[in-house]
């Protein structure tokens, strides 16, 4: 499989403005679905993002994470937040040339799936392994949760958004 | 690579995972009993114990506490507790905290996470340091 080379050019004034409207919208959402645990709309926004712009997409997702970060006590997910969801940009990097609705909505359900998991690894450091995989273990039925809305969430919603956002970009 | 061959192999991994995602939820789940039962909570405070017998529908000793009103709410709530039946555990005024036994063995989760049966015991101790 060939490895997608990330852009290093910076982004254009349209792209600017798609990244800084998606970081925003990502904040949004993520407040507003907060009383749905384990539903959220960022992990397809960053799938969408990803899709069209690349590794650029990572502008959204720091702008997201430094967010998050004034808005909440600092604490373990902060240390996970910083490479989770780009670690999400990398695997659609990996994959995008041959992926479309069906790909992602099946990537999006791995990645809800195995979200827990990710992001115990600093519980690993912090508390031992049997913290950590205690954390792992407890936080499996949201992941259930969360892998099922990330799939339905973007098998609902990529083609429409995909072709929206190729539009503007054009 | 052909996206049939992706979605195969994303399609073999999705189901393993999930497999084992619902297998593992359900045998650690195992120990959830659930209807009424009858449980005590043994409260040892600076020497003195205090046992208080609880009949409950609940799952989990934090929220058998809770009903039995010997926790607050916002503590229930966030699962980190300073207060039992009354009395406070400061630990920035003297590193004091409540530990919790389950046969005499120190429990290895939060009161919110510790499942319950009938005729369990539980001490939750005063402790310094």
């Known amino acids: ?170 | 690579m052909q996206p049939k061959k992706l979605i195969v192999i994303l399609s073999a991994i999705l189901v393993v995972l999930l497999a084992a995602a619902i297998i593992i939820t359900n045998v650690f789940s195992a120990d959830i009993q659930k209807g009424n039962k009858t449980i005590t909570v043994t409260v040892v405070y600076e020497g003195e114990a205090k046992d208080h017998k609880i009949n409950t529908n609940a799952e989990f000793l934090g929220q058998a506490m809770f009903e039995a009103n010997l926790i607050e709410e916002d503590e229930y709530k966030s699962g980190y507790y300073t207060i039992i039946d009354g009395k406070k555990a400061d630990w920035d005024k003297n590193e004091a905290w409540w530990c919790v036994f389950v046969d005499g063995q120190m429990a290895d989760c939060g009161m919110n996470d510790l499942p319950i049966k009938d005729g369990d015991s539980f001490e939750i101790k005063y402790t310094l340091g």
């Not at chain 1, 004034?13 to 009383?35: D, G, H, N, Q, W």
């Not at chain 1, 950590?132 to 039925?141: C, F």
């Open chain 1, 1 to 170: 499989m060939k490895l997608n080379t990330p852009s290093v050019k910076l982004p254009t004034l349209r792209e600017t403005i798609m990244l800084a409207l998606f970081a925003a919208i990502m904040c949004v959402s993520k407040e507003v679905l907060a009383a749905l645990p384990n539903i959220e709309l960022v992990s397809f926004f960053i799938i969408l993002l990803a899709h069209n712009l690349g590794a650029k997409a990572l502008w959204s997702v720091y702008i997201f994470v430094a967010v998050q970060g004034a808005l909440y006590p600092f604490g373990e997910w902060f240390i996970s937040y910083l490479y989770v969801w780009a670690l999400l940009v990398v695997v659609v990097l990996l994959v995008r040339r041959y992926a479309g609705t069906v790909v992602y909505t099946m990537l999006s359900t791995i990645f809800g799936l195995t979200f827990g998991t990710v992001c115990s690894i600093p519980s690993f450091f912090i508390g031992g392994f049997g913290y950590g995989v205690s954390w792992i273990i407890k936080g499996l039925p949201f992941d259930i949760v969360h892998s099922i809305s990330n799939g339905i969430v973007c098998l609902l919603l990529f083609t429409p958004l995909d072709k929206t956002l190729k539009r503007f970009l054009k």
